[in-house]
């Protein structure tokens, strides 16, 4: 059964706008959410974090929301370029060293 | 530093054949984990190891198996490999005292099993 869900496969973008990625989770015990950023033929690489203490957390163009009570994360990207085209995975942790991902979201910035 | 390195990039294997895996870090972490990807499901685990010597199963850890020798290597074991399979394999390590879980990835071995 899969604790953190991604529901969209994919999401187009035209470059200079804002993207938007969204993830939910079921289990209140995580702790740490992730989001990890791929290119096609390389490992996933760490994009940006938030811990359950927190809601919104930035860093340059990129900014990810926390709800704990709807238990919903999402990941902002402004303004979207086409460098951003890749699969993006959220992810989440307990207070062990496991991460639980979701499917995956493929972003594609259309010039 | 090189990161995480895996080897081999690329194999293909006939069913039942075996194989291993090797996944080597050398940033002195202690946590190492093995992942599958397959499309539509994201990354899941596989085995992992929070030290030196020791291993513990992950989400699908049947028909695998992993040893933990040395603390920069992980290997990840195929005995008798099978269609279901056929994935891209990624290794990735974390340090123990990492604020956020944060783990590192190798760049993959994509494995097709006929």
């Known amino acids: 059964d899969q604790q953190v869900k991604q529901n969209s496969p994919s999401l187009s973008v035209q470059e200079g706008r804002i993207s938007i990625l969204n993830c939910d989770y079921t289990n209140s015990m995580f702790d740490y959410f992730l989001w990890y950023k791929k290119y096609p033929a390389e490992g996933p690489t760490f994009l940006i974090s938030i811990s359950s203490i927190k809601d919104k957390n930035e860093d340059g163009r990129f900014t990810v929301f926390l709800n704990k009570s709807a238990k919903h994360l999402s990941l902002h990207i402004v303004p979207s370029q086409p460098g951003d085209s890749a699969v993006y995975f959220c992810?989440?942790?307990?207070?062990?060293?496991?991460?639980?991902f979701g499917a995956g979201t493929t972003v594609t910035v259309r010039a | 530093n090189a990161g995480v390195t895996q080897t081999p990039k690329f194999r293909v294997l006939k069913t039942g054949q075996s194989m291993t895996l090797l996944c080597a870090q050398d940033m002195n972490h202690e946590y190492m984990y093995w992942y599958r990807q397959d499309p539509g499901m994201g990354l899941r685990l596989i085995h992992y190891s929070v030290g030196e010597g020791t291993t513990a199963k992950g989400e699908v850890p049947d028909g695998y198996n992993v040893s933990r020798l040395k603390k920069q290597n992980f290997l990840l074991g195929l005995e008798s490999a099978a269609p279901s399979q056929t994935s891209v394999y990624f290794c990735?390590?974390?340090?123990?005292?990492?604020?956020?879980?944060?783990?590192?990835f190798g760049p993959g071995t994509r494995l097709t099993v006929l």
């Open positions: 990735a390590s974390r340090a123990s005292g990492s604020s956020y879980n944060e783990q590192f």
């Open positions: 992810a989440a942790s307990p207070t062990d060293y496991k991460l639980s």
